[in-house]
């Protein structure tokens, strides 16, 4: 079952909302999930461009009568906070416990979910799950991530320690609107990611149809793949391809179903190979991703 939070309200009304599902559920235990790391950010931090969402959910769970834990899967894949920084962040409060890692028949089972589901850092997260290794440039900036034999690594922590340690989270509780809750980040002199959005959407963009997305592949498409490798990166983010061709996105449903055609060995969602070897990769993934059937077991 899938329940969608309202943060409308801020940090008061997500915990009443989060006090109803665990009194109506009747939850013991409660788990934030946090796919890159960044909730274990003191604020600070250079590199930190979207913490309000995080720092929300995290001041929200510490009024709950549930057991509450913080789990940090996929350390910098979100390319914000650093692999290592957020590693070391994690060894720090887990309090000598060791993390685990998502298993491949896990990963397999839920492949589905990232032919329409966009997000970038989970989608990474289960690549590196699945056993793909290298450089992988994400949306906006074009910033390059790792995949590394810790991307596929979940840190089980205390919520209570990672409130302590998460500046902006201790900023925004007792706030009861999101306005509150941005001018709280702003008094400490941290836009939050809502300001970027907003101008973000105010841009104006080409008008594409999605017919028009095989000529734009057929036209663009190999010479952006040299330009991304010639950058030392193996495999670009879905999203971020739209924005190197151009497409806003709406077109994104015809242009992963255009790249499926054109090369399915190189299409693992949300990836696409930009040069040979991490084709092959790709391609190789898969093969052993159909050695496992959907239960899990190996065949």
């Not at 109506?24 to 979207?50: C, K, N, P, Y």
Request: charged share 20%.
């Amino acid at each position: 079952m899938l329940y969608l939070l309202d943060p409308h309200q801020g940090v008061i009304g997500l915990e009443r909302q989060l006090r109803e599902l665990v009194n109506l559920l009747a939850i013991d235990v409660v788990d934030v999930v946090d796919v890159g790391g960044d909730i274990v950010a003191t604020g600070q931090e250079a590199t930190l461009r979207s913490p309000l969402g995080d720092s929300l959910t995290l001041a929200s769970v510490q009024g709950l009568k549930a057991e509450t834990h913080v789990l940090v899967a996929g350390p910098g894949l979100d390319g914000e906070l650093a692999e290592l920084e957020v590693m070391a962040r994690c060894q720090q409060l887990a309090e000598n416990m060791p993390p685990f890692t998502l298993e491949v028949a896990a990963a397999s089972r839920h492949g589905g979910l990232f032919e329409w589901h966009v997000s970038e850092a989970s989608g990474l997260f289960r690549a590196a799950a699945l056993g793909v290794r290298g450089m992988v440039e994400i949306r906006d900036q074009g910033i390059p991530v790792a995949l590394t034999t810790h991307s596929a690594e979940v840190w089980r922590l205390n919520a209570r320690d990672v409130f302590h340690v998460n500046g902006i989270a201790r900023e925004v509780l007792g706030t009861s609107s999101l306005d509150q809750a941005e001018s709280a980040m702003r008094a400490i002199g941290r836009p939050s990611e809502l300001e970027y959005e907003r101008v973000k959407a105010g841009r104006t963009t080409a008008q594409v149809e999605p017919s028009d997305v095989a000529e734009i592949i057929e036209g663009r498409l190999p010479e952006v793949q040299a330009r991304v490798a010639a950058r030392e990166v193996d495999f670009v983010t879905l999203r971020r391809l739209a924005e190197l061709l151009h497409l806003p996105h709406l077109t994104l449903p015809s242009l992963w179903g255009q790249l499926r055609a054109v090369n399915p060995r190189g299409y693992l969602p949300p990836l696409w190979a930009v040069h040979r070897g991490a084709e092959e990769l790709l391609a190789q993934v898969g093969s052993d991703r159909a050695l496992v059937s959907p239960d899990g077991s190996e065949t």
